[in-house]
């Protein structure tokens, strides 16, 4: 049994241990914020934080993970949205959205390391692909983040627009396991 | 959750009432069944293919038909239906339509609404005329009510937003309190008269992405997130030889495997023939995902290669050499080409490759497939909802009016999702296993089994008279074609998705010829981000700048002078009908103007412009590059678009920062190549889209005020960037890139 703090809670995993966290996450916890996109780790769309450090979780088994504090992106945000989240919104970053969850949990790492960041410093850190190209977005996001992070704006709680229509959710398969 | 049972379900552009009593205009869909919504706690209402919802309390819920790859269309067509309808933007809600088909009275399958699937720039285009038509009747009907309500003619009503206003009283009612009397309004038999463009609130507004909160917090939903109840997971070992089939299979230590359910093998198509799926392989089915994945490492596959297992790059190339030895097909020859080059002062001769890419979205293929006897759902990242449909039908025999094909957001399409190949393999797996199958492709999977944008090798010439102007031109274009197993093109027009005749510079030079050499590759080939115009803006607008170049004539000056007076020219491909020389101008010239150009650059800097017509779209880019030491950097790029109306100009915006990012990663490293019949690529070490470090630290982009109809966005941006770039390292060290990707070559 594979024990680890997810999102504040304990969860338990009883599968195999080389399990991809990604996959444990998506499919056995059902977190699907977390995005699968080349399984190597070279495009970031499946970072989460272990331990506070954004890694990609398509290359940390389940065994790896045992012990350790998961974030994703369902936990980033408390009581109101991450500034990292905040700042995405503002800049509408977001084209096809497919990387900006790992976009923001990589952002969100290590900007609290470097809270004055430069251009130089989002070209190092901001590693993540998208392949729509919204990079002139994600800069000046990160740049807000961080002016958001410096003064302490506070985040204005965002309604969760609902999932798009058609796509069932979480709850949707608790319902199926009832009606089977 | 409440049911669907009992909602009688009618067909065409229609009001009705919503379940708690509100205003619903659109179109049931009459192939949802009670059991899918049911089983999946899909919202209940019939009218998941409506465009306008509004209920009792006044929300409004607007359907958007086209699929949101990332082009924005989820944002702009919803405001085309809110600025007729009258509302805040503020206010409304958007969902996804699904597919929307009726079958018409003579028994064909028809459009329930509008036509529906994204491709060629065409969502905005397509859907500007009927989606304000659709909010303009909403609002109409809402009058209407409002009239009846006070006993008033409705002629004395106006709308504010949201709100029935008659003036003369001053009495006002919410759309929410006349929802319920608007939905037993009778539709007007004639659209109602449509806004003048100078009274819009909405459109021609910059507005945000509508799921932005969604996806930042990982809520909104893609391919990969869509589930069906009772599920199983299936990945494919797909054959690596194009065209390969299996062997033999030896699946006993697969089907060992813990979670594995079942194998099943699938036939890829029939040489020549027009594909379902892209290759032969063999499923393997298990309770989730990471189980299939270890499953399909544990198949024994051995392969028969196939008809192309000794096809490599480098041998396509020389058999493209070969045959332009020779004489290819003369597919435009205005004046006389021959005569004007052998008696012209002055000619430039040069030649010109752009290799096969992957569209590489960064969501793999995937979907999800449910085939029952009495239809089937398939819902997935789907560029192409019809051609979906089409597929389930042709592979299962089941009516189309009982196969529901829901559109996710895509994580990215740019071509790759016209093609319906992976939920040809679902819907395969899932009539063997007959459960809801999630299939779900590797990275390797998508790079190694895509149809890519077509290499070719291209071969210009030109001749100038003695002013510099360029009296003749010939482009010779060795390819294989777009269409691939393509059973309804003829080999004598294979050369049409490849080269646009009336692309510049058609009309402003005399002598024009164009000639096609179409070359055979096992390599499965589509439409890739404006198709050919990708490949034919960088030769064409290449070679204008080594022309200008050779007579000593500024670049932009150059092209201005050839394009000439504002003129419009007939344009018979996409992005027809007409070519107009002066928007052409107009974008070069804003762009230039916003970028400096003509101001002196230090040593090892470089500025180089490039400009093209693109599906009803003009774009031009001016990039400045830095050449040192650690190499090229792109320091900044300006770009400038007509678009006609920009309908949100922060898409429009958006969009042309995708064009030059995803311009820039195509130029500088992405290319796909064989050896030995398979491809060489698998992942992104080796295809390495480009990253943050070399997207250039400024980017402005500026929008031509235009009084035409808007045209298409998703397209029209990418195809200037390559050649911009690469002019602006010969302004920089002399060094002329005539072959794609850039590479080490600067």
Not at chain 1, 78 to 87: D, K, Y
Not at chain 2, 18 to 23: D, E, I, K, M, N
Request: hydrophobic share 40%; net charge negative.
């Amino acid at each position: 049994m594979i024990t680890f703090t997810l999102n504040g809670q304990t969860y338990k995993f009883d599968g195999d241990g080389d399990t991809p966290l990604l996959w444990v996450l998506r499919e056995h916890a059902q977190l699907q914020g977390t995005k699968f996109g080349c399984g190597a780790g070279l495009c970031g769309a499946c970072t989460v934080h272990i331990d506070g450090r954004a890694q990609r979780s398509c290359i940390v088994s389940a065994a790896a993970a045992d012990g350790k504090q998961v974030t994703t992106i369902e936990g980033l945000a408390g009581a109101n949205l991450h500034p990292v989240q905040q700042a995405w919104i503002e800049e509408d970053v977001s084209q096809c959205g497919y990387c900006q969850v790992g976009q923001i949990m990589n952002a969100a790492d290590w900007l609290q390391r470097i809270p004055n960041p430069s251009d130089a410093d989002i070209e190092k850190h901001q590693t993540n692909l998208c392949r729509c190209g919204t990079y002139a977005r994600v800069r000046k996001a990160i740049y807000r983040a961080a002016e958001i992070q410096r003064t302490g704006a506070v985040a204005e709680v965002m309604p969760i627009a609902p999932a798009v229509a058609g796509i069932s959710q979480t709850e949707s398969l608790g319902e199926a396991g009832e009606n089977t | 959750m409440s049911t669907t049972a009992g909602i009688k379900r009618r067909r065409f552009l229609q009001s009705t009432a919503t379940l708690g009593g509100g205003l619903m205009l659109g179109i049931s869909l009459p192939s949802l069944n009670a059991r899918q919504a049911e089983a999946t706690g899909m919202p209940s209402e019939p009218g998941l293919g409506y465009f306008v919802r509004i209920e009792p309390d006044g929300s409004v819920v607007i359907g958007s038909p086209q699929p949101e790859m990332g082009q924005g269309v989820k944002t702009s067509l919803p405001m085309l239906i809110a600025e007729e309808l009258d509302v805040n933007w503020s206010d409304v809600t958007v969902e996804q339509m699904p597919l929307g088909l009726t079958r018409d009275a003579d028994g064909n399958m028809a459009w329930l609404h509008v036509g529906q699937g994204a491709g060629g720039s065409n969502s905005v285009v397509s859907s500007w005329q009927p989606l304000r038509e659709a909010g303009a009747t909403a609002r109409h009907l809402l009058i209407e009510a409002a009239a009846q309500r006070w006993q008033v003619d409705a002629q004395q009503l106006h709308t504010e937003p949201g709100v029935v206003v008659h003036g003369a009283s001053g009495r006002r009612l919410g759309y929410g309190e006349l929802a319920g009397k608007a939905s037993t309004i009778a539709l007007p038999a004639q659209p109602p008269a449509l806004k003048n463009s100078k009274d819009f609130r909405i459109i021609g507004t910059p507005q945000k992405v509508v799921d932005a909160a969604a996806i930042v917090t990982g809520q909104a939903g893609y391919g990969i997130d869509a589930q069906l109840p009772g599920q199983v997971y299936a990945m494919i070992e797909r054959c690596p030889w194009h065209d390969g089939t299996v062997a033999s299979v030896d699946d006993k230590a697969a089907r060992s495997v813990p979670g594995v359910i079942d194998i099943v093998p699938i036939e890829g198509p029939k040489p020549g023939e027009p594909y379902t799926v892209l290759a032969s392989g063999v499923a393997v089915v298990a309770d989730s995902t990471w189980a299939a994945i270890k499953g399909r490492r544990a198949l024994q596959i051995k392969w028969n290669k196939g008809p192309h297992a000794t096809e490599s790059s480098s041998g396509l190339r020389h058999q493209m050499e070969t045959a332009m030895q020779g004489q290819g097909q003369v597919v435009l020859d205005d004046g006389n080409f021959k005569d004007a080059f052998d008696s012209a002062p002055r000619t430039l001769q040069a030649e010109y490759f752009v290799p096969y890419a992957s569209h590489a979205p960064l969501e793999p293929q995937c979907c999800v497939v449910d085939v029952r006897e009495d239809g089937a759902d398939v819902i997935g990242p789907i560029q192409m909802p019809s051609g979906a449909s089409r597929m389930v039908n042709r592979l299962t025999g089941l009516d189309r009016l009982s196969i529901n094909v829901q559109m996710t957001r895509l994580g990215g399409g740019f071509g790759r999702r016209l093609s319906v190949d992976y939920v040809a393999e679902a819907t395969l797996i899932s009539m063997a296993v007959k459960r809801p199958v999630k299939l779900q492709w590797t990275r390797e999977d998508d790079l190694k089994h895509d149809f890519y944008r077509p290499c070719g090798l291209h071969q210009m010439s030109a001749a100038t008279d003695k002013s510099g102007h360029i009296s003749a031109w010939q482009h010779r274009l060795a390819s294989p074609s777009k269409y691939y197993r393509r059973a309804n093109v003829a080999a004598q027009d294979q050369w049409k998705a490849e080269l646009y005749p009336d692309d510049l510079p058609r009309n402003l030079v005399p002598n024009v010829q164009l000639e096609y050499f179409s070359m055979q590759s096992g390599a499965p080939r589509g439409s890739w981000r404006a198709p050919a115009h990708y490949a034919n803006a960088f030769v064409v607008q290449s070679f204008i700048d080594e022309l200008a170049h050779q007579q000593g004539i500024d670049p932009l000056q150059y092209q201005l002078a050839l394009l000439g007076e504002p003129r419009e020219y007939k344009y018979e491909q996409h992005g027809g009908p007409i070519y107009d020389s002066g928007r052409a101008a107009g974008v070069l010239k804003l762009a230039a103007v916003k970028a400096d150009w003509g101001e002196p650059l230090p040593r090892g800097r470089g500025r180089g412009i490039a400009g093209h017509f693109t599906f009803g779209g003009y774009a031009a880019f001016v990039v400045d590059v830095s050449i040192d030491g650690d190499g090229l950097r792109v320091d900044r790029v300006i770009g400038a678009v007509d678009c006609g109306l920009a309908v949100n100009p922060n898409h429009v915006i958006a969009q042309m920062e995708s064009g030059i990012h995803d311009g820039l990663s195509s130029a500088l490293r992405l290319e796909i190549t064989m050896q030995d019949g398979q491809i060489e690529q698998d992942n992104f070490h080796n295809y390495p889209l480009a990253s943050l470090a070399d997207a250039p630290r400024i980017v402005e982009n500026y929008i031509v005020d235009s009084p035409h109809p808007p045209a298409g966005m998703g397209e029209p941006p990418i195809s200037p960037l390559a050649p911009a770039l690469t002019n602006a390292i010969f302004a920089a060290n002399g060094k002329r890139i005539r072959a794609l990707p850039i590479g080490n070559q600067v």
